[in-house]
């Protein structure tokens, strides 16, 4: 999978990249792997920094008071879930479990709701290849926080997701070159990922590109002009998953959008928002978080669920006045409101295309959210989705007549599919709402390129009078 670019740089590490400035990694590194402390990696080797503790300070640059700073989007599993807006009294053992495995470990234990995550990126992430690699001739993915690639428990990590969903995509043989940019701040993790990455077959059209070790918001200009490889046009999709509000400011997120065919797929800590919202001077990080104070409005909520969905929509509209088209999708802990939110910003309709199927897979009533045991499962309501917004938007149509694309596309834009459009349709037509006048003669009641007509119950009283 490593291979030489035609005007892109090698991955680093190997012969060449010296040349261009890239951090070699050690060729040689002893590696430990302890069962009594759950998995711990210990590395040692040219190239790698000590992360021994001394006075509260990790050799590295990090101290403890640092990591208390983004205590709250590391985990919530001790927080109950209407806690308010501020952290519950009895919460801190728990996450500073939390915060001394991430500190300390180069390998840590994966989540439920991490692998819910994942679904949703390799479903994604199947539409998305499809639609990008079969139509353009080089595209490319970056993962501004890759961590090591694998768990401790087994899973792999988000980089070796997408890796391995291109590999093994039915399509992949006819796709153009996919540029895989990876970027972790620890040289530890960053060995480690070169490990797993070593683990995989070859494929003269994946290209990986693992940085020298570095912060998201100190490489974000040089990975884009990496990832565009000279042209602004060429598509690329950021995978942006950070671990606290303060690595991935709305102004960073903002700069991933600059090209006409850039994605983010970006993660959104509703529940840290919902539980820290009025905390005396959180609302400086909010705003920076937001870019703007437009998140205010979502603190007028009381109910935690309520509250996390709108911090949700309130992100995406700050990200709409960038033009761009926007979905979320909650991923939740059991049957709690949502631990987080993923938020997808495209250019193109094409992208919401992609979005829509994903969400009502894994959540076939709302398409809102899923946790762990409910993330594709069959559903009692699978013939009754809820399409109330749909059905809305459409009943407002009346006295018009309308093309089938036009009502994709608004269908889309509300996060629903084709089926759901159809099936609102249905309805307005038992109720004579909505009447195909063109073509006169199909094979179904709504097929593409059709044109349908809306009327007002009104006028359905009016005539039957």
Same mark, same amino acid.
């Given at each position: 999978m490593r291979r030489r670019d035609r005007g892109c740089p090698l991955i680093p590490g190997l012969p060449g990249a010296a040349a261009r400035g890239e951090q070699s990694l050690p060729t040689t590194v002893s590696t430990s792997l302890s069962r009594s402390t759950g998995g711990t990696v210990s590395q040692s080797g040219p190239g790698l920094s000590s992360r021994r503790r001394d006075g509260g300070r990790i050799q590295g640059g990090t101290t403890a008071t640092d990591e208390v700073d983004r205590v709250g989007v590391i985990d919530n599993t001790s927080h109950s879930d209407d806690a308010g807006?501020? =952290?519950? =009294? &009895?919460? &801190?053992? &728990?996450?500073? +479990?939390?915060? !001394? !495995?991430? +500190? !300390?470990?180069?390998?840590? %234990?994966?989540?439920?709701?991490?692998? *819910? %995550?994942?679904? *949703?990126? +390799?479903?994604?992430?199947?539409c998305w290849m499809a639609k990008i690699l079969q139509k353009f001739p080089e595209a490319t993915i970056v993962d501004g926080f890759a961590g090591p690639g694998v768990y401790t428990d087994g899973p792999p990590g988000s980089s070796i997701v997408v890796a391995k969903t291109f590999l093994e995509h039915a399509a992949h043989r006819r796709f153009g070159r996919l540029n895989l940019i990876c970027l972790e701040e620890r040289p530890d993790r960053v060995e480690e990922l070169h490990r797993q990455f070593a683990k995989l077959p070859n494929s003269p059209q994946l290209n990986v590109r693992i940085q020298p070790p570095g912060t998201f918001a100190e490489q974000q200009s040089r990975l884009s002009a990496l990832a565009h490889c000279g042209r602004a046009d060429t598509p690329v999709l950021w995978l942006i998953d950070p671990f606290n509000l303060k690595s991935a400011p709305f102004s960073l997120i903002s700069k991933c959008l600059t090209g006409p065919r850039d994605e983010v797929l970006f993660t959104l800590f509703t529940n840290e928002l919902h539980r820290f919202c009025q905390r005396e001077g959180f609302d400086i990080a909010m705003t920076a978080y937001f870019g703007g104070d437009h998140w205010q409005t979502a603190t007028i909520e009381r109910r935690a669920g309520a509250r996390k969905e709108a911090f949700s929509a309130a992100y995406q509209l700050g990200l709409k006045e960038l033009k761009v088209f926007t979905g979320s999708f909650g991923i939740k802990i059991s049957n709690q409101s949502a631990r987080y939110h993923l938020i997808l910003a495209t250019h193109s309709e094409a992208g919401l295309k992609c979005w829509a199927p994903v969400t009502w897979k894994l959540d076939s009533y709302s398409g809102q959210g899923a946790s762990a045991d409910t993330a594709d499962a069959l559903s009692l309501f699978d013939e009754a989705s809820v399409v109330d917004r749909l059905d809305v938007a459409l009943r407002t149509l009346a006295g018009t007549e309308q093309r089938w694309e036009v009502l994709s596309s608004q269908a889309a834009r509300l996060n629903h599919m084709d089926k759901h459009l159809r099936q609102v349709l249905d309805n307005l037509a038992a109720q004579g709402l909505a009447i195909r006048i063109n073509p006169v003669k199909a094979r179904s009641a709504w097929p593409e390129g059709c044109t349908i007509r809306f009327y007002a119950p009104e006028d359905v009283v009016e005539e039957s009078a």
């Amino acid at each position: 999978m490593r291979r030489r670019d035609r005007g892109c740089p090698l991955i680093p590490g190997l012969p060449g990249a010296a040349a261009r400035g890239e951090q070699s990694l050690p060729t040689t590194v002893s590696t430990s792997l302890s069962r009594s402390t759950g998995g711990t990696v210990s590395q040692s080797g040219p190239g790698l920094s000590s992360r021994r503790r001394d006075g509260g300070r990790i050799q590295g640059g990090t101290t403890a008071t640092d990591e208390v700073d983004r205590v709250g989007v590391i985990d919530n599993t001790s927080h109950s879930d209407d806690a308010g807006c501020s =952290a519950s =009294a &009895g919460s &801190g053992e &728990g996450i500073m +479990r939390r915060v !001394e !495995e991430l +500190r !300390e470990q180069t390998v840590w %234990k994966s989540d439920p709701h991490t692998q *819910v %995550k994942h679904l *949703v990126y +390799r479903h994604y992430l199947q539409c998305w290849m499809a639609k990008i690699l079969q139509k353009f001739p080089e595209a490319t993915i970056v993962d501004g926080f890759a961590g090591p690639g694998v768990y401790t428990d087994g899973p792999p990590g988000s980089s070796i997701v997408v890796a391995k969903t291109f590999l093994e995509h039915a399509a992949h043989r006819r796709f153009g070159r996919l540029n895989l940019i990876c970027l972790e701040e620890r040289p530890d993790r960053v060995e480690e990922l070169h490990r797993q990455f070593a683990k995989l077959p070859n494929s003269p059209q994946l290209n990986v590109r693992i940085q020298p070790p570095g912060t998201f918001a100190e490489q974000q200009s040089r990975l884009s002009a990496l990832a565009h490889c000279g042209r602004a046009d060429t598509p690329v999709l950021w995978l942006i998953d950070p671990f606290n509000l303060k690595s991935a400011p709305f102004s960073l997120i903002s700069k991933c959008l600059t090209g006409p065919r850039d994605e983010v797929l970006f993660t959104l800590f509703t529940n840290e928002l919902h539980r820290f919202c009025q905390r005396e001077g959180f609302d400086i990080a909010m705003t920076a978080y937001f870019g703007g104070d437009h998140w205010q409005t979502a603190t007028i909520e009381r109910r935690a669920g309520a509250r996390k969905e709108a911090f949700s929509a309130a992100y995406q509209l700050g990200l709409k006045e960038l033009k761009v088209f926007t979905g979320s999708f909650g991923i939740k802990i059991s049957n709690q409101s949502a631990r987080y939110h993923l938020i997808l910003a495209t250019h193109s309709e094409a992208g919401l295309k992609c979005w829509a199927p994903v969400t009502w897979k894994l959540d076939s009533y709302s398409g809102q959210g899923a946790s762990a045991d409910t993330a594709d499962a069959l559903s009692l309501f699978d013939e009754a989705s809820v399409v109330d917004r749909l059905d809305v938007a459409l009943r407002t149509l009346a006295g018009t007549e309308q093309r089938w694309e036009v009502l994709s596309s608004q269908a889309a834009r509300l996060n629903h599919m084709d089926k759901h459009l159809r099936q609102v349709l249905d309805n307005l037509a038992a109720q004579g709402l909505a009447i195909r006048i063109n073509p006169v003669k199909a094979r179904s009641a709504w097929p593409e390129g059709c044109t349908i007509r809306f009327y007002a119950p009104e006028d359905v009283v009016e005539e039957s009078a």
